[in-house]
């Protein structure tokens, strides 16, 4: 379901490569969103949040890194919204999380889905030019 197209692509491959790497968790979520088999996910949510807090701040500093390299003039914009989504990631309390199980993964779910729709199409993509 989730993968990433031509149309997400900056013209960066480091950057279109790590962003591929988002859309699989994205999927990831998505499908664990889906299965009905799993009656408990609060396991796979948990694990799920701290493969995107690596991964992001991993690509976060790999995209900022870039930026600097080529003296990128919305950096701050990009860092402020890097730092967005960090914060969001790590306000995300597991305690709510296994009380409502299917609410936070489609929550999870759509938080990603928005970031990497709107921060890519609208942030990252002006990168490339």
């Not at 994205?26 to 807090?53: M, S, T």
């Not at 870039?66 to 969001?88: A, C, G, L, W």
């Not at 993964?105 to 609208?122: G, N, R």
């Amino acid at each position: 379901m989730y993968e990433l197209k031509d149309e997400y692509l900056t013209g960066i491959e480091s950057i279109d490569s790590e962003h591929k790497v988002l859309f699989g968790i994205a999927d990831e979520i998505y499908e664990l969103c889906k299965n009905e088999f799993v009656p408990d996910k609060y396991d796979d949510i948990a694990a799920l949040i701290q493969r995107l807090k690596d991964y992001t701040h991993m690509h976060f500093e790999h995209e900022e890194a870039y930026m600097e390299s080529i003296q990128y003039k919305r950096m701050f914009t990009q860092k402020v919204q890097h730092d967005n989504f960090r914060q969001k990631l790590e306000s995300i309390d597991l305690d709510v999380v296994d009380d409502d199980q299917e609410k936070a993964i489609e929550d999870l779910l759509k938080f990603v889905t928005d970031w990497l729709v709107e921060h890519i199409m609208q942030t990252d993509k002006l990168i490339g030019k």
